[in-house]
T-cell receptor
Framework: GEDVEQSLFLSVREGDSSVINCTYT??????LYWYKQEPGAGLQLLTYIFSNMDMKQDQRLTVLLNKKDKHLSLRIADTQTGDSAIYFCAERELTGGGNKLTFGTGTQLKVEL | NAGVTQTPKFRILKIGQSMTLQCTQD?????MYWYRQDPGMGLKLIYYSVGAGITDKGEVPNGYNVSRSTTEDFPLRLELAAPSQTSVYFCATRTGGNTGELFFGEGSRLTVL
């Protein structure tokens, strides 16, 4: 089955760039997602990338995908205190109906002044 | 539109008690999911449904049951609650589109003592 791994914590200074990393194991065509969870709330989709793409940029967010190494990263430029949250990587396998997403453990991002 | 509504938000149960977590959506999405979130463990899929009348097990279904009699409602039942079921439970929905974005409720925090 799929396994998605992330480091648990990341601390950055306000204004710096943050890079959150994720590794996944499924080798079939898939969508990969980044979700954000603020305290006491559910998860919200930040961005996603399909496995035939290498990069996707959306304002301050840049997603990089290395399919050979099964490595996904999320870069947040000019990190702000409002970016402090837990960030989850998730993988959706398209075989078998594509009905399930597998989430990573989440990376807690702390932005310091 | 309310989106995905979960009740209750908080609940304390004694070992052996039973209860139902309610999830209602007004987005007319066919797919619905129940996840549990434990610290450092990410989200684990308990059960999911691809439409009214159809449910299937996820990664961690033991100790839980679900039903899906309507498109809108997807209740999660805990029978004989155990301390291992102390967790935050999230209900989510998605459309049938390719991107597979999940829409989450705000969560239900359950403590079993």
């Amino acid at each position: 089955g799929e396994d998605v791994e992330q480091s648990l914590f990341l601390s950055v200074r306000e204004g710096d760039s943050s890079v959150i990393n994720c590794t996944y194991t499924d080798s079939s065509s898939t969508y990969l997602y980044w979700y954000k969870q603020e305290p006491g709330a559910g998860l919200q989709l930040l961005t996603y990338i399909f496995s035939n793409m290498d990069m996707k940029q959306d304002q301050r967010l840049t997603v990089l995908l290395n399919k050979k190494d099964k490595h996904l990263s999320l870069r947040i430029a000019d990190t702000q205190t409002g970016d402090s949250a837990i960030y989850f990587c998730a993988e959706r396998e398209l075989t078998g109906g594509g009905n399930k997403l597998t989430f990573g453990t989440g990376t807690q991002l702390k932005v310091e002044l | 539109n309310a989106g995905v509504t979960q009740t209750p938000k908080f609940r304390i149960l004694k070992i052996g008690q039973s209860m139902t977590l309610q999830c209602t959506q007004d987005m007319n999405h066919n797919y619905m999911y129940w996840y549990r979130q434990d610290p450092g463990m990410g989200l684990k899929l308990i059960y999911y449904s691809v439409g009214a009348g159809i449910t299937d097990k996820g990664e961690v279904p033991n100790g839980y049951n679900v039903s899906r009699s309507t498109t809108e409602d997807f209740p999660l039942r805990l029978e004989l609650a155990a301390p291992s079921q102390t967790s935050v439970y999230f209900c989510a929905t998605r459309t049938g589109g390719n991107t597979g974005e999940l829409f989450f409720g705000e969560g239900s925090r359950l403590t079993v003592l």
